[in-house]
């Protein structure tokens, strides 16, 4: 027998902490192993008011950011989509809760269906048919009532004999339309609200499509078709995209009571396209004239546009020496060809006159235009005209001028595309085409005092990005 006291059992055995050691050394080397992915498309917004492009940006660092889900406010710009904030912040205390607004007696609502008439929404609040002829019979942009769309709501005020005094309905974020009963029938009113103005920073690496890549970005369908077009210059969408660009975009963004309800102008762009950068930066000069310039106050407005067609695909180059697919002989094919579904919108790609808008031979439909004494393109094989596009009328550079057909001598829905230099057919792809006026030097230093600050925002939210993606 012993005086020594037992020894109390440990408290987990040696095989599971053994295990668990083995389970943390598992995990470390996964993470060193396969490391988050780096995200293509990134969001930002900035909660200024733009006066003026001037004004709104000399302010900017002084703005609070609009903070947006999974972002904070931590940083001079919102903080990445989905980066988690490093300390917790206390939360505000609740607000009370607002009290429900009181309603008139005679006050009505109906959230439009689908098959709703205004007669079978009148007739849901218990009034007459007639009471419908009468509305719409008082005065003529009355009838927007009758333009209805799923899920809107008309409000309807009656008198205490059920009689109908006011009728309303928002029929976007912007716009309310009523009428109003008086003593000659019915008034109509148009409210129109005006968004406060915010600059937003999209920012996209293309991986598959530029349209893909945009969306993912927060850039909506026109947005990136503006940026397409502010760029289409230097770059072709059509043909010159590769996986790996990128880009970055400053744009005004609308917000009502919180929510963004449309955006505005692209105010800067950055497109870096196989390795090369391409910058755009909007400005208004004094005279009241807007256009794009490079970082250096350098035109990005040519006298040609290089692609006639947004996002076609080049269906056959320029060649001396090309089989003709329905001809079958050796002919030489003087233009390029961009095969698009059928209906697509064609653009002058240059200022000038239309020598011709009509038939001609095999090229179908065709139109010609002369661009000062020296240019002129041609297009040919349109499934029509645009509306006032005519012999002997002007038109102005990236003005619709037809759709996309087959007319004429074509396999398939294409647009035929030619380029001449003093009466001599040339490549349209491989042409350099002359400048437009850079910034004029009494405008140099308003310019810079915009633009600077705008090359700056690009880089500073990009590299808050970059940083965000290393932790």
């Known amino acids: 027998m012993t005086n020594e006291t037992p020894k109390a059992p440990p408290l987990y055995p040696k095989s599971h902490l053994l295990a668990a050691s083995g389970i943390a050394a598992l995990l470390s080397l ?36 609009l ?55 009148f007739n849901k609040v218990g009034l007459p048919a007639n009471a419908v002829h009468d509305v719409l019979a008082s005065n003529k942009q009355a009838k927007q009532f009758s333009q209805l769309k799923h899920g809107q709501v008309l409000q309807f005020e009656l008198d205490k004999d059920g009689q109908l005094t006011s009728l309303h309905s928002k029929v976007s974020n912007l716009e309310t339309i009523r009428l109003n009963r008086t003593d000659k029938g019915f ?94 930066v909007r400005y208004t000069n004094k005279q009241g004239n807007t256009n794009y310039y490079t970082a250096d106050g350098n035109s990005l407005r040519k006298a040609f546009i290089r692609t006639p067609v947004d996002f076609a695909r080049i269906s056959s180059r320029f060649s001396a020496g090309r089989k003709h697919p329905i001809l079958n002989k050796i002919r030489a094919h003087k233009g390029v060809d961009y095969a698009a579904p059928r209906g697509t919108p064609i653009k002058a790609a240059g200022d000038g006159r239309i020598e011709l808008a009509g038939r001609r031979g095999g090229y179908g439909n065709t139109v010609i235009i002369a661009h000062g004494n020296s240019y002129k393109t041609l297009y040919g094989h349109m499934q029509g005209f645009a509306k006032g596009i005519k012999t002997g009328s002007s038109v102005k550079q990236g003005q619709i001028i037809g759709y996309i057909g087959t007319t004429g001598l074509s396999t398939g829905p294409h647009l035929h595309y030619e380029f001449q230099v003093n009466g001599v ?33 690009m880089d500073q939210e990009k590299a808050t990005l970059l940083a965000a993606n290393k932790r």
């Open 425 to 457: 057919h040339v490549d349209p792809l491989s042409q350099k085409v002359p400048m437009a006026d850079p910034i004029a030097k009494a405008e140099r230093q308003r310019f810079n005092q915009q633009s600077q600050p705008l090359i700056a925002r």
């Open 67 to 121: 903070v947006e889900a999974g972002q904070s406010s931590d940083s001079p710009f919102a903080q990445i989509d989905g980066a988690e904030p490093e300390t917790a912040k206390a939360e505000p205390a609740p607000a009370p809760a607002a009290k429900p607004e009181e309603k008139a007696p005679g006050h009505r609502e109906v959230v439009v269906s689908r098959g709703d008439t205004l007669s079978t929404l």
């Open 30 to 65: 996964a993470l060193l192993v396969f490391p988050s992915s780096e995200v293509e498309a990134k969001k930002t917004t900035l909660s200024l008011e733009l006066e003026s492009p001037a004004e709104q940006l000399k302010d900017e660092s002084r703005s609070a950011p």
């Open 187 to 280: 008034a109509f009113e148009r409210e129109i609200s005006k968004p406060v103005v915010r600059t937003a920073y999209a920012h996209g690496v293309i991986k598959s499509s530029l349209s893909a890549s945009a969306q993912r970005a927060g850039l909506s369908h026109s947005m990136t078709m503006d940026m397409a077009r502010i760029l289409g210059y230097d770059i072709d969408f059509a043909q010159d995209i590769r996986p790996g660009d990128e880009f970055d975009v400053v744009y005004e963004q609308k917000m009502m009571d919180g929510k963004v309800v449309g955006t505005g102008n692209i105010l800067s762009a950055r497109f870096t396209n196989r390795g090369k950068t391409y910058t755009a």
